[in-house]
C-alpha cells in the first residue's frame, strides 16, 4: 500500500470544557479525495486548523510528507507543500485577483523578501498566477479588484490562490459554500480532475459533490470519526444515518 | 487627477518654493521648506509601518529621537576634540554627514529591531500602547543622562559638513535634504511594487492567508518596521543639524503625534501623503501660529474633518479611490 500523504494519529482538541477534536485518526493518500463530512459544530474547521497548523492540538500528531509536522508553524507547512483554502474566504479585498494568486505563488517563487523589482515584472510568477486563475475560470477578472467579485468568483479565487502554491496536498474547507447549482457542479467536475495532481481532503456540506467526488468519506460527529468508508458503506452504514445524513431526510 | 501627478506637483512646489526663496533672498523660507522636506521624509518612514503595514505605531519619536542623537553625540565630540571611546577602541566624533546618517540609520534600525520584536507580540490597542511605552521610556532616558545635556539638550554650533557642499548655506543644505526624500520615495514606491510590499499590505488585510500560502505576516511586519524605523531615524539626524540642536524633545509622544499628523492629513498609504501633511502642517503652525498661539485648537478641528469626512486625506481628496501602489 502506498504511504500517505498526510496523516493524523490520536488528534485531541478542547476549547474550554467542549472536546472539538476528540481522538481523530485519519489518512490522505496519494490521488485521493478523502471527504470530511458532519453536522455544523462537529469540528471539521477545528480539525483542518489543527492539520494547517494555526490550531496547536493538545495531544497526538499531525504527519505530512514523511514528517512528523505537529510542532511546525502553518507558514512551513505551507512551504512543504500543504495548500488550503478558507471555509470563508481570505483574500486581500484591496488587491486584484492577479494580486491575491501571485501572492499564493510566491513562497515557492523567490520568497517576499524582495524590495525593489515590481512584483508584476516577473515573468516566471506571472505565468504561474495567470495558469492558475485560467484553471478556475477567472482568467477575464485577473485584473478586477477583489471586493468587486461576485461570491463565487470569491469561492473560485480562494481556490486558485491555493493551486498557485502548487501543492503535494489540498486541505479545502467547504469550498462549494454558496455556489449555488452551476458553480458546485463546475467545481465538483474541477476537483474531480485535480485530484491526480494533488491528494484533497474535502470538508464539504453538499452531498452531491461529496458522493459524486469521494473515494472515501469520514464522518466527524462532536469531534470523533464515527466511520470512515467508500461512499457506498457511508450510505449504508445505520450509525451514520442516525446521527447525521439522517437528519437531512427528516 | 493621477496620483501620480499629484506627487510631481507636491515635490515640483517644494522645490520651486525653495529655490523663489533663495532668488528673493528669503533664506527663513528656505528653512521652511527644509523643515517641510525633513519632516515628510520622517513622516514616510511611519507611512510603511502605518499605511502599508497597518501597524499603528505612536512611538516613531524613538528613531527620530535616536537619529537626532546620533548626530548630537558624534557631533560635539568632534566639537569639543573629545572621543566617543578609547578603550577597547578608539571611537572619534565626527562631522561628516555621510558618516552621521549611516549612524543614525544604523542606530534606530537596531532599536527598531528591537521594540518591534517585542511590540508586534501584541496587536491594535496594545501594540499602541507598547510603542508609546517605548518611546517615553527613551525620553525619560535621554532626560537623565547628564552626558548630553540632560534636560537642557545638546548644541551643535557649526552645521556637519557634506564633501563639496557648503552645508550652512540654506539653499545648499534644503538641496541635500531634498534629494535624500526623493531618494527615500523611489526607494519606498518600488518596495510597494516588490514582492515584499505586496506581502506585507497582504498581511494587513488577511494575515491568516499570508501565513497559508507559507509567508510569514511577523517577519514581514518586523522587517517592515526596521526599514520605517531606520528612515526616520535618518530625518531625525537632519532635523537635528537643521536646529543645530537636540534635546529629550524629539523623544517625545507629541513628536510620535505630530508624525502621525503628517500621515493623516496627507494619506495613509499614499507615497506622498507625508509630504502633503507636513507641508500643509509648516503652513498652519506658520499662518494660523502668527494669528494665535493657540493654533493647534484649528490643527485639531482640521484632523477631526480629515479623519471623519476625508479618509484617504488630501491626496486621497483629490486622486480619488485609486489604490496607493499599483
Ligand atoms: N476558538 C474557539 N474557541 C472556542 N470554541 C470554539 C473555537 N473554535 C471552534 N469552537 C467550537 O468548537 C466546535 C467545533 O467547531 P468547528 O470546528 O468550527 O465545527 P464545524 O467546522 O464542523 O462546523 C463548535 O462547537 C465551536 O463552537
Ligand atoms: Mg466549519
Partial sequence: MTEPVLSVRNLEKSFGALKATDGVSLDLRPGEIHALIGPNGAGKSTLIGQIAGNIRPDRGEVRFAGRDVTGLPTGARARMGLGRTFQISALAMEHTVLQNVVLGALAARGGAMRFWRPVLQDGALLEQAEAALGRVGLSEHTAARTAELSHGQRRQLEVAVALALRPRAFLMDEPMAGLGAEGSKQLTGFLDGLRAEAPILLVEHDMDAVFALADRISVLVYGRVIATGTAEEIRASREVREAYLGEEDA | ?326
Fill in chain 2, 1 to 326: 487627477m493621477r496620483e501620480r501627478h499629484i506627487n510631481a506637483i507636491l515635490l515640483g512646489g517644494l522645490l520651486a518654493t525653495a529655490l523663489a526663496a533663495w532668488g528673493l533672498d528669503q533664506p527663513f523660507t528656505i528653512t521652511l521648506a527644509t523643515k517641510v522636506a525633513i519632516l515628510a521624509l520622517a513622516g514616510v518612514g511611519l507611512n510603511i509601518t502605518l499605511g502599508l503595514g497597518g501597524m499603528i505605531s505612536l512611538g516613531h519619536a524613538a528613531f527620530f529621537g535616536i537619529g537626532g542623537y546620533a548626530m548630537g553625540i558624534l557631533a560635539s565630540h568632534a566639537q569639543n576634540y573629545t572621543p566617543l571611546m578609547e578603550a577597547p577602541l578608539l571611537i572619534e566624533g565626527t562631522n561628516s554627514m555621510p558618516v552621521i546618517w549611516l549612524v543614525a540609520i544604523a542606530a534606530s534600525a537596531l532599536a527598531a529591531l528591537v521594540i518591534g520584536a517585542l511590540s508586534l507580540r501584541t496587536t491594535g490597542a496594545y501594540f499602541i500602547m507598547v510603542t508609546l511605552a517605548f518611546g517615553q521610556m527613551l525620553y525619560y532616558f535621554a532626560i537623565s543622562w547628564p552626558a548630553y545635556g540632560g534636560e537642557d539638550g545638546l548644541s551643535i554650533y557649526v552645521r556637519n559638513g557634506f564633501p563639496g557642499l557648503n552645508t550652512l548655506d540654506p539653499i545648499q543644505f534644503f538641496g541635500l535634504c531634498f534629494v535624500l526624500l526623493c531618494l527615500v520615495l523611489l526607494f519606498v514606491a518600488r518596495l510597494g511594487r516588490a514582492p515584499f510590499g505586496l506581502a506585507l499590505t497582504a498581511a494587513r488585510q488577511v494575515p491568516a492567508r499570508v501565513e497559508a500560502v507559507g509567508l510569514s505576516p511577523y517577519r514581514l511586519q518586523l522587517v517592515a518596521f526596521v526599514l520605517s524605523g531606520a528612515i526616520t531615524g535618518l530625518a531625525g539626524a537632519l532635523f537635528a543639524d537643521l536646529n543645530r540642536f537636540v534635546s529629550p524633545a524629539m523623544f517625545s509622544w507629541q513628536t510620535s503625534g505630530e508624525i502621525m499628523v503628517f500621515v493623516i492629513l496627507g494619506g495613509v498609504a499614499r507615497l506622498c501623503g507625508p509630504v502633503a501633511g507636513a507641508a500643509l502642517f509648516i503652513l498652519l503652525e506658520h499662518w494660523l501660529g502668527a494669528l494665535s498661539e493657540f493654533w493647534h485648537i484649528y490643527l485639531g478641528a482640521l484632523l477631526l474633518i480629515v479623519v471623519l469626512f476625508a479618509r484617504g486625506g488630501l491626496i486621497g481628496q483629490i486622486a480619488g479611490r485609486e489604490a496607493a501602489h499599483d
